[in-house]
């Protein structure tokens, strides 16, 4: 079986750390993606992620990344349910991310997003080595 998933999206909100009571440290996050398409109206579309990192690796994405931030992620998709308070089973479907690439650096100075390749990197394994360039016109922020 193959459960891999690459990613390249923008960070919607902050991302959350938190740690567990064995004191593992875990951030959620949400990464917007676009689709490969336009729709009706001419206006690319993107789709909402909820991952989920854990680890060194989360303290890190929760210390080098913001929102609006463009990242690349690497994981498998994850199910998991738990009953609320009203009884009802609850399902989820999250990335659950092994590593991450900061794909670009930002200006803290202005807040101004540059589209330059960052040189931080938390990766077992690498996107192959080589930045990606990407325009601002291929974004949908």
Known sequence: ?????????????????????????????TLAVNRPF???NG????????????GKSAENLANW??????IGITGAIQ????E????????????FANNFQVLEKSNQANGDRVAQPA?????NDSFGGSSME????????
Not at 45 to 54: K, L, P, Q, R, T
Not at 65 to 70: D, N, P
């Open 134 to 141: 990407i325009s601002d016109d291929d974004l949908p922020f």
């Open 38 to 40: 336009k729709n009706a």
């Open 119 to 123: 040189a931080k990197t938390q990766s």
């Open 65 to 70: 990344t913001h929102k609006g931030q463009l």
């Open 43 to 54: 206006e690319r579309e993107a789709d909402f992620i909820s991952c989920v990192i854990w």
């Open 84 to 95: 609320n308070q009203q009884g009802q089973r609850v399902y989820i479907t999250e990335v």
């Open 1 to 29: 079986m193959i459960n891999n998933v690459t990613l390249v999206g923008r960070i919607t909100k902050a991302p959350e750390l938190r740690y567990t009571q064995q004191n593992k440290a875990v951030t959620s996050f």
């Open 79 to 82: 199910t998991r349910n738990y």
